[in-house]
């Protein structure tokens, strides 16, 4: 429906509506005796309304202007009417939104039918007064970190809104964009009355609902700037911080659970974080699908969650905003910022397998007047795992944040992030037959002192800066390293009739360093009544990796009985006598990507996202055994093209078209660069808004092509090689929000149907390893609004994976698991004490396979950690 039709429709009902008033209005009930129940009979008319509380509102008040001022602590906004003590007020947010209906107004103003104004004042980045349909206006506050307090004056020309942009304090803090629901305030008053007089007292609200924790209503992974999901042509689902908390989350992969067809890639050994989006997988180095603050995150080991505030998927390609990543998508870790006002909160979760994890996040300013912030989030872990091995988990990690506001327009956060994390080495479990082996859960087989060590140092600036109201720059550069070590006996060969597996000490010694430099322009224009968003930027990476691989001679020794091990059959010998070096290499890549993007609103309810990229990419590796070098040099145009049309304000149709470009950072046994893959996605989907904006939901089909696909060489698992062209199409459900006050949701569904369909290996045809037909996830919390117990709530998570291929070469399935998970918690004043359960009733299953048939990674069993909080 055109815009100028929906106007047309609106006028319509609106005048329908006032007829049917003169023909039967409605009697106030202190201006006379007759009831109101005398206007029933409109039931049988058909209503322009969009309920039956609409019709029963007082006769429509005229709004004839809007006025707009600055005061010494934020902004006044005035509706100027003569009845502006008839007028019916409900509120509610949305993100950093303050929202004010007035159902029983219109908007009549000489210059159109919405009042608009950016930038407002400090802290508050826009006000709309507009008419939501035929008989609704609505006020739209919005700041620039949070929804702003906003009370209402009846004053001499009509009604005033007095907006304070705040914080907070006492709950959780949140930095942008995560909702934060303020309650109407009575302690803050304008400074200065308005231009039409002294305001009288606070109008009284009626507040709709509580904080909603669980829905995101912005992001900035999917265009690079804070933008409404609705408004975004692919999908995007948001993991937020209290998910994170509910659910006790310490593991990336856990968290992504609540995410459709996200699941686990082997994980080399339980120490590393490699994850598949949509059936595609990163291999957790500069070339994967993780990004930290929008930066490609090279790092191989376990991500921390303790300084993320949210995470946030963006399904499908998304190189013309990040270069070479993946076509499933990435995953964007935002992290804590500094808050404006003191927070002090301390954690201490124990529980199954002698966990102990302590943990601090504290905030606040280092000045009086607030220019100098800080965030200092630190945590301490150890366990001893529930497989069989000597080694425990030893993990330390902490983060320092300083954000210094130069001035009113320009501000500089600089963040330093250290991790040090020891673990077990553990392969997992072996394929047998077309299953997998049927042993204990805890027997292990590798050595009892297999480990792996990682010490990981990031390294960033974000300098920004307004230049006016419409026009901003942003330049940001972040430093990280990874220093890798393992040693381990290493599974080869599983003999199955006789149940010897041959093994190999083997040693990993790695370290790389990755440099990536930004710079984003964005600025709003408009040409005619076509408003704009542009984004330009520039990116420049460089990445340098080198490593060794050590072996002991011979490659089936030693060997071990799966059936009946027997460990340190033979001494591990030293470092000194692994001398079979298989890989003694130095990788180097330079990329350079340029990349432009417009948002483009032809009208409130149609959006144009189009935009492209340019990338170089320069590579070179030496063999350091006997200093052969090689190179490659590739370049790639990506485009992306899509559509937003709302036919009514709750509902988003849209349609993409986007391409992907991801550089082979790996080799082939004999040293040469692998070609960079190629990746095409269509997709179409509905967005939804439901139960007043507090639930939302996205419905996704879409067609994904991968060529020049790298894969494992089965022969020589240290390198990889092209397997051909991969298709993956799919359909996929989410939703999240809050059903009711205390009621929140978060749940997903995907379906992956994936394909090789080109290989010159015999694999065309198959299935792609680790890809699950299908997934699904359900969580729930419901917390005690009221009475003895407020406070208490409850928790319940379904998450389903089905069955996986095992292998591109189709030898053996990995079954399809059901887990269950519980909690209950309580909170009081400033204090939370909660339990946790995971895998409720204790399934025996599979996390992802790498390298074939013989790195099979086991999830845990049935575990309980019981948490204390308190917060200052």
Known sequence: MSRVMSNQLQKLAWMIGVALVLVNPPVLAEDSQKPISKISQLDDVEKPATSIKQWLAQSLIQITGVKSQTTGKGIEVTLETNQSDKLQLVNKSEGNSYIVDIPNAQLRLPSGDTFRQEKATAGISEVIVTNLDANTVRVTVTGETGAPQVELFDGDEGLVFGAVPTVTTTQTPQTQPTPVEPQPSTETQPEQPSAQGEPEAPIELLVTGEQNRYRVPNASTGTRTDTLIRDIPQTIQVVPEQVIKDQRVTRLRDALLNIGGVVQDGGFGSTSDQIGIRGFFGDGTFGGSILVDGFKDGRGGIRETANVERIEVLKGPASVLYGGVQPGGVINLVTKQPLRDPYYNAELSVGSFSTFRPSIDISGPLNSDKTLLYRLNSVYETSDGFRDFNQDVQ????????????????????????LNDERPFDRGFLAFGEGII?????RFFGEPDDVRKVEEIGLSYRLEHNFNDNWKIRNAFRYQSSDTFDYRAEPVRLNETTGILTRNFRSNDDYEENYTLQTDVVGKFITGSINHTLLFGVDLARFTSGGTQSRLPGVITPSINVFNPVYNAIPRPGLDELTNVVRNNQDRSTGLGIFLQNQIAFADNLKLLVGGRFDTVDQNSTDLRDGSESGRYDSAFTPRLGIVYQPIEPISLYASYSQSFQPNFGTRVDGSILEAERGTQYEVGVKGEFLDGRLAATLAAYHITKSNIAATDLD?????????????????????????PGWNVIASYSHIDAEITRDNDGLQGNRPANVPFNTASFWTTYELQQGDLQGLGFGLGLFYVGDRQGDSSNTYIIPGYLRTDAAIYYKRDNWRAGINIQNLFNEKHYLGANFGRVAIEPGAPLTVIGSFSVTF
């Open 716 to 740: 020589n698992p240290d390198f990889l090689l092209p397997i051909g062209e991969q298709r993956n199409q799919g359909i996929e459900l989410n939703v999240a929000g809050e059903i009711s």
């Open 438 to 442: 049927d042993t204990p859960l805890e």
């Open 395 to 418: 993990r330390f990690f902490i983060s320092p944040t300083l954000k210094w506001e130069i001035g009113k327009a320009t501000n500089l956060t600089l963040q330093f992030d250290y």
